[in-house]
């Protein structure tokens, strides 16, 4: 039988009642995002005068924090069990519950957030398991990381790590039997990818030389289209230096709308973390240099310009 590898820290998630708030809690709570207009309240105070507004919009009574804690601390305890147990059918029951509990707009400790979505990642990667069930996890594993465009997140990389080389083993096993990774049938891939994807944030940035030396030596003419996609899933957001030279320099090798398609996605998606550059969320060392177009170099904006132009059928 498969291990799992993190299962006894999850002995340790459990949910502490909730007290009256002050500073030393606000950063162990997150929640769903919803607009408050004063700049005067703590984050947390601002979390549950959203929630209390909410509450107080529903025409039936609702349930106390406590009590929801509560509720939430009987959902863990009965996943963490049917995780060690293997129980999948039990699992998808609970994994149910959860869903609707995240649904109730309640607050919940980041590091039991941190907790779940490790359980998840590792349970994803577990062998043998039906793609279904698999997408299932991957599917919970979003909403518990909850990265939506525009809003704030529920855990920054201060909160969470997760080790990417079991994931990688896990996709290396399938990427090349027969067929490419555009085939649909081999969901597996597909779903290996987009776990990277939603977790690559939180994947080490100081092991970014190590993927690199990972993936580039397995980067052929015909592997291209595979190590392409893989490449822009598994890298970090931050310490751009490292990867972008060499990933422009594939761009530019090959003539691929798979290639365009995968490096322009990245492309946007780090344009829009370091909109301020150095002076943003990242510091000096992790951030993204302002060059000559916002973190691009002159030549790096050409290529940029005429893939874009390019990939709408725009003469450049």
């Known amino acids: 039988m498969a291990q799992l590898h993190y299962l006894p820290a999850l002995t340790e998630l459990t949910v502490t009642p909730l007290q009256t708030p002050n500073a030393s809690m606000e950063d162990d709570f997150s929640m769903t995002d919803t607009p408050i207009e004063s700049v005067s309240l ?3 105070e601002k979390q549950l005068a959203s929630l209390h507004t909410y509450l107080g919009s529903v025409p039936y009574a609702t349930e106390s924090v406590d009590q929801m804690h509560r509720k939430l601390e009987e959902i863990v305890g009965k996943i963490y069990i049917a995780a060690k147990t293997q129980n999948w059918l039990v699992l998808s029951t609970w994994d149910g519950m959860l869903q609707c509990w995240l649904l109730m707009r309640y607050p919940i400790p980041k590091s039991t957030r941190a907790r779940l979505v490790r359980l998840y990642y590792e349970l994803s990667l577990i062998p043998g398991v039906e793609p279904r069930v698999i997408r299932s996890w991957t599917d919970m ?3 518990l990381l909850a990265n939506k465009p525009g809003s704030k997140r529920k855990l920054e990389s201060t909160d969470l790590e997760l080790p990417w080389k079991p994931l ?3 996709l290396q096993k399938e990427l090349w039997p027969k067929k490419r990774i555009q ?3 081999r969901n597996v891939i597909n779903i290996f990818l987009y776990v990277a994807e939603q977790c690559k944030r939180y994947f080490p940035a100081q092991e970014i030389p190590e993927m690199l030396e990972t993936f580039l030596p397995l980067l052929t003419q015909d592997t291209v289209l595979s190590m392409v996609p893989v490449m822009t899933s598994f890298l970090p957001v931050t310490h751009t230096y490292l990867y972008i030279p060499a990933l422009f320099k594939i761009w530019e090798a090959f003539n691929s709308s798979v290639i365009d398609d995968r490096l ?5 998606l780090l344009s829009e ?5 150095i002076d943003g969320e990242a510091d000096e060392k ?3 240099q302002w060059k000559d177009v916002g973190i691009w170099t002159h030549a790096e904006w050409q290529v940029l310009i005429g893939k874009g132009l390019n990939s709408m059928s725009k003469p450049s």
């Not at 322009?264 to 946007?268: F, K």
């Not at 973390?273 to 550059?277: D, I, R, T, V, Y």
Request: net charge negative; charged share 25%.
């Open 42 to 44: 703590s984050d947390y």
């Open 141 to 143: 594993l979003s909403r």
């Open 168 to 170: 990688w083993r896990a």
């Open 183 to 185: 085939d649909n049938t």
């Open 264 to 268: 322009l996605e990245l492309a946007g």
């Open 273 to 277: 973390e370091h909109l301020a550059g």
């Open 286 to 288: 992790s951030g993204a």
